[in-house]
Structure formats: C-alpha cells, structure tokens
C-alpha cells in the first residue's frame, strides 16, 4: 500500500523517524515499501500471506539499516498505538 493510503498514525511514525525527512525521492520510495511490508500487518495478515516472524523481521532490520537506527529508536509506542494494541 502506497504511503498516501496508510492511516495518518502510520504516516506520522514513518515521518517521525529519525533521518526520514533526509531521503531522497527515491530513497523514500524504498524505505515506504520496507516500512508498509514491515510495520503496517497484524500477524493474522502476515499468516495469510504466508510470512514467517523470521521474514518480518528481517523486513524491519533491513529497514532499520537503511534508515541508520537501531530497532530501539523506532516509536514503537506510537506504532503499538497505529496498530491498535494501545
């Protein structure tokens, strides 16, 4: 899902992260897709897909690497919100 189509909590943790607002067009493009393949599914909808918690995550730390942040500067409460867990 394109990043104009994500829910605005979605799009404020995305645009929250630190360096998001240093990526080029094209970088951004990237770093939206990994963060929509990573972040945006319950595990119900990661099931259905056919992923395992071993391909999510290797989605988020390749996300995480491409932003330069370690997974603990990730708003993972204004994450755990988005989703709807808090």
Known sequence: MAYE???SQFQEVFD???GAD???SEES???EAL???GFTHTSAEYDEMGMSEDEVQAIRDEFFDFM???AE???WEGWREAMGYE
């Open 22 to 24: 240093y990526l080029s």
């Open 68 to 70: 330069g942040i370690d």
């Open 73 to 75: 500067s990730f708003d």
């Open 16 to 18: 929250n992260t630190p």
């Open 29 to 31: 493009s990237y770093a």
């Open 5 to 7: 189509d994500w829910d």
């Open 35 to 37: 963060f929509d393949a």
